[in-house]
């Protein structure tokens, strides 16, 4: 008998293991993530009922893989523009969640007696909420629509970034065990160092290269090039130091940025599927039943304080962004569980070997307790609400409405924080840019040119002069270039500004010349540096037309490669006017909806729901303010405005099946290509196509005839047929039978 590794065994058994529970999941309406828990949990080596997993180190590492594929396909759905359109009041409540729940995650665990790291840990792991279960849960209840979901769905982007910052920490803390606030600071710097890093040369060159290679590709190489892509900057991600998961995240949201992002996130679904249960299953293998029995106090607790916890936390960073009670409420109640993120930093406690074994199994079954309790939650929001306005007084409610209100008004913006704004913003990208040339130009470039070209002085003096020509472009954005020449004109117009507008603009050149003197005492020493950066300047200032030209190349690359894919679901966006509660939102036009085939006049939606029609998607056609008489088609996706009440009543309609006709017209019929011969009393003899009325009585098409021997392909609609002729006809079979039969009149009398 041939041996069968151990790997395909395990494997084997996990994936069966995972496919039964899956089924039973799914009939059950529950989290799949659940079933694969429980799945691993059977076949781990705690519970002796059923086969067991013989090796659970390569399942680790299968496990590992899963991790990667997960946060990379979290990566494709997070993309740094949706970031920056998140806006302050998810900003807000995702930042004061987090550290409302760091705070009371360590607190709990110094309460139970826990050491200082598990209690760090254990503050990670409930800061995360589960983007995976609160989407799911908003797709079953049916409020993606409401305006408390886009608000949601914000919180759960910044989260995003804040884990990954949290994992970069955590590991920080757990190597040097101590809040050590300079080494923290140290790797902040570094991430956000590598991130901008990444995120800019990945934008230059990704979404470029997938365009120029888009004729060679189809959905095999694609899938092949994504996933390599993703390794590559899993590599690089943990040559920096930093875990394999962080750089698998990092390309996702780069590719995010693409054109390809859609198809690349539906290739790479099956993929991330297969890991990420694996993934799932390895979390239950590492569950000790026995343990959690031991440890059911303090799961409740921790339950107890996730679930209170979250809820005060988001609806009280509601209320400070302004978002109203109700919305508040709402969303708090919608975030109180942990999920993958959670797991990962379970994960990553353990593999440090900083936390207690006691910890995963935790944070597993307080997981899942949540994550039975989500829909629950979601569901209380409104009666919890109502309950809320009534205890509270009159005036606290009337104070919040106007503070909702005043919150909400637009500001202006001074031209002096414009200016300051993008001084800043260009300081730090171009300081970023311009180091990473030089880090890179030391570490690999001069130590190629020494071993290969030229050694000594004259190899370290070209490998300045690359060096220098690939920062002049950034050099000079640094130097002279503005973004905001309007609001710098306007300041420049009041003389008693004009002195601080003279000293940004020195601040600015003397930032680039110190680079260009770092660049150099690489290789030089600091006066040689000095003399050649003073000789370099003068001649960027010679050259600055070309330079410049040179430089708006490529940011025209960069913003074209960063603005290429538009952002098609407008209901993420969720465009609010408050204190009016309505907002823009989008649905999908099933084949089967009685608007298909109606016209916006036919449907009357803003006299029947007080909704607006606003944008129509069909395609790659988008129409913009549709007129009255556009038609309603099957697969449309319309942008709708109004209110949530308006909308769920809209949603209704727009779901809801168009009753078949009593005479049968909308019942599938069978089609074929089917032959007819005309003969001497056919009803058809000595009449043209168009006459015969064939196309009405099959409801078919006349796609050929055969006459006097001659073949005829798509005949002319005059022809006129005669004894003898064979018609091919592509239409229902029994009504074209009936045809058949049916005989002339003079014939049957």
């Given at each position: 008998m ?10 084997g ?9 899956t089924?039973?999941?799914?009939k ?8 694969y828990i429980?799945?691993?949990?059977l076949v781990g080596p705690h519970i002796?009922l059923?086969?067991?997993?013989i090796e ?13 594929f997960l946060l990379f ?5 997070f993309?740094f ?8 009041a998810?900003?807000v409540?995702?930042?004061?969640e987090v550290?409302v ?5 360590y607190?709990?665990?110094?309460l ?8 760090i840990f254990l ?6 909420s589960s983007?995976?279960i609160?989407?799911r849960?908003?797709d079953?209840?049916?409020?993606k629509s409401?305006r408390?979901?886009g608000?949601?769905?914000?919180v759960?982007i910044?989260?995003?970034l804040v884990?990954?910052?949290l994992?970069?920490?955590l590991?920080?803390?757990?190597v040097?065990q ?5 080494e923290?600071?140290?790797?902040v710097?570094?991430l956000?160092f590598f991130?901008?890093v ?7 060159l990704?979404p470029?290269?997938?365009k120029?290679?888009?004729k ?8 092949i ?9 899993v590599?690089?991600a ?5 875990s394999p998961a ?7 949201s780069?590719?995010a ?6 198809k690349?996130e539906?290739?790479?679904a099956?993929?991330k599927?297969l890991f990420g249960?694996?993934?799932?299953v390895s979390v239950?293998?590492?569950i000790?039943?026995?343990m ?10 921790i339950?107890?304080?996730t679930l209170?916890?979250k ?5 009280g960073g509601?209320?400070?962004?302004g978002q109203g ?9 919608s975030v109180?569980?942990?999920g993958?993120?959670s797991?990962?930093?379970a994960t990553?406690?353990l ?10 199994p935790?944070a ?5 307790i949540t994550t039975?309790?989500?829909p629950?939650?979601?569901?209380m929001?409104?009666p919890?609400h109502r309950?809320?306005e009534a205890i509270?007084p009159a005036r606290?409610i009337?104070?919040l409405n106007?503070y909702s ?11 002096w ?6 001084y800043?913003l ?5 300081t970023?840019i311009i ?6 130009s030391?570490?690999y470039?001069?130590p ?6 030229m050694?000594?002085?004259l190899?370290?003096?070209?490998t ?11 050099l000079w954005?640094l130097a002279v270039?503005?973004?905001q020449?309007e609001?710098?004109?306007r ?10 507008i ?5 601040a600015?050149?003397g930032?680039?010349?110190?680079f260009?003197v770092?660049l ?15 000789v370099?300047t003068?001649l960027?200032?010679i050259?600055s037309k ?6 708006i190349r490529?940011e ?8 290429a894919?538009e952002?098609n679901?407008?209901a993420?966006?969720h465009?609010?006017?408050?204190p009016?509660?309505?907002?823009l939102?989008s649905?999908?036009?099933s084949?089967?909806s ?8 036919e449907l009357?939606v803003?006299e029947?729901?007080g909704?607006?029609v606003a944008?129509i998607e069909?395609?790659?056609?988008t ?8 038609r309603?088609l099957p697969?449309?996706?319309?942008y ?11 949603k209704?309609?727009i ?5 078949p006709?009593t ?7 069978e ?6 011969v ?6 058809l ?6 006459e015969s009325?064939?196309r009405?009585?099959t409801?078919?098409l ?19 047929f005669?004894?003898g ?5 592509v239409?229902?079979p029994?009504?074209i039978?009936q045809?058949?039969a049916?005989?002339?009149k003079e014939?049957?009398n």
């Amino acid at each position: 008998m041939a041996h069968l590794p151990h790997l395909v065994t395990d494997l084997g058994l996990i994936l069966g293991a995972a496919g039964v529970m899956t089924l039973l999941f799914k009939k059950l309406k529950q989290p799949l993530v659940l079933g694969y828990i429980i799945a691993g949990l059977l076949v781990g080596p705690h519970i002796a009922l059923f086969p067991t997993i013989i090796e659970i180190e390569n399942i680790n590492i299968w496990a590992e893989i899963g991790v990667i594929f997960l946060l990379f396909s979290l990566g494709l759905e997070f993309s740094f523009k949706k970031l920056v359109k998140v806006g302050g009041a998810s900003s807000v409540m995702a930042l004061v969640e987090v550290v409302v729940m760091l705070v009371l995650g360590y607190l709990a665990g110094k309460l139970m007696g826990w050491s200082t790291m598990d209690s760090i840990f254990l503050g990670g792991i409930l800061s995360i909420s589960s983007t995976t279960i609160i989407i799911r849960a908003f797709d079953e209840l049916g409020v993606k629509s409401q305006r408390f979901a886009g608000l949601v769905f914000g919180v759960l982007i910044v989260e995003d970034l804040v884990a990954i910052l949290l994992m970069v920490l955590l590991s920080t803390v757990a190597v040097s065990q101590q809040f050590a606030g300079t080494e923290m600071l140290a790797a902040v710097l570094k991430l956000a160092f590598f991130l901008i890093v990444w995120f800019l040369a990945g934008i230059f060159l990704i979404p470029t290269f997938l365009k120029k290679a888009s004729k060679l590709m189809n959905d095999e190489t694609l899938l092949i090039v994504s996933i390599a892509l993703c390794l590559l900057m899993v590599i690089l991600a943990a040559q920096v130091g930093f875990s394999p998961a962080l750089g698998a995240f990092i390309m996702g949201s780069i590719l995010a940025e693409t054109t390809k992002a859609e198809k690349i996130e539906h290739l790479v679904a099956s993929v991330k599927d297969l890991f990420g249960a694996i993934f799932f299953v390895s979390v239950g293998i590492l569950i000790d039943p026995a343990m959690i029995v031991t440890y059911a106090g303090p799961i409740a607790i921790i339950t107890v304080v996730t679930l209170v916890g979250k809820f005060l936390s988001i609806t009280g960073g509601g209320l400070i962004a302004g978002q109203g009670l109700k919305t508040s409420i709402q969303s708090g109640m919608s975030v109180s569980q942990i999920g993958e993120f959670s797991f990962i930093i379970a994960t990553l406690g353990l593999t440090l070997n900083v936390t207690s074994d006691f910890l995963y199994p935790v944070a597993v079954a307080v997981s899942a307790i949540t994550t039975f309790t989500t829909p629950y939650m979601i569901r209380m929001a409104e009666p919890l609400h109502r309950s809320v306005e009534a205890i509270l007084p009159a005036r606290w409610i009337s104070k919040l409405n106007e503070y909702s209100s005043g919150a909400q008004t637009i500001g202006t913006t001074s031209d002096w924080k414009l200016v300051l704004r993008s001084y800043v913003l260009n300081l730090v990208i171009y300081t970023v840019i311009i180091i990473a040339i030089v880090l890179l130009s030391a570490r690999y470039l001069n130590p190629f040119i020494s071993e290969n070209v030229m050694n000594g002085n004259l190899g370290d003096m070209i490998t300045s002069a690359i060096t220098l020509i690939l920062m002049a472009p950034f050099l000079w954005a640094l130097a002279v270039h503005h973004t905001q020449k309007e609001a710098q004109g306007r300041i420049w117009a009041n003389r008693n500004y004009r002195s601080l507008i003279i000293v940004l603009e020195f601040a600015r050149i003397g930032i680039a010349i110190l680079f260009v003197v770092f660049l150099l005492h690489q290789f030089f020493s600091v006066q040689v540096a000095i003399l050649i950066g003073l000789v370099i300047t003068v001649l960027m200032a010679i050259f600055s037309k070309r330079i410049q030209s040179f430089y708006i190349r490529i940011e025209n690359r960069f913003m074209s490669n960063l603005n290429a894919r538009e952002i098609n679901e407008a209901a993420k966006l969720h465009h609010t006017l408050t204190p009016w509660d309505v907002h823009l939102t989008s649905f999908e036009v099933s084949a089967w909806s009685v608007a298909v085939g109606k016209s916006l006049v036919e449907l009357q939606v803003r006299e029947k729901f007080g909704v607006n029609v606003a944008v129509i998607e069909r395609g790659d056609r988008t129409l913009m303010a549709p007129t009255r008489h556009e038609r309603i088609l099957p697969g449309d996706k319309v942008y709708i405005f109004g209110t949530d009440e308006q909308l769920e009543a809209f949603k209704e309609f727009i779901e809801s099946e168009a009753v078949p006709a009593t005479d049968g017209a909308y019942d599938k019929e069978e089609i074929k290509l089917q032959g007819l011969v005309v003969s001497a009393d056919s009803v058809l003899l000595h009449k043209s196509i168009r006459e015969s009325g064939v196309r009405e009585k099959t409801k078919g098409l006349i796609v050929g005839i055969e006459k006097n021997g001659e073949r005829i392909l798509n005949p002319d609609s005059e022809l006129v047929f005669e004894e003898g002729d064979l018609l091919w006809i592509v239409g229902s079979p029994w009504r074209i039978k009936q045809l058949e039969a049916t005989k002339h009149k003079e014939h049957i009398n």
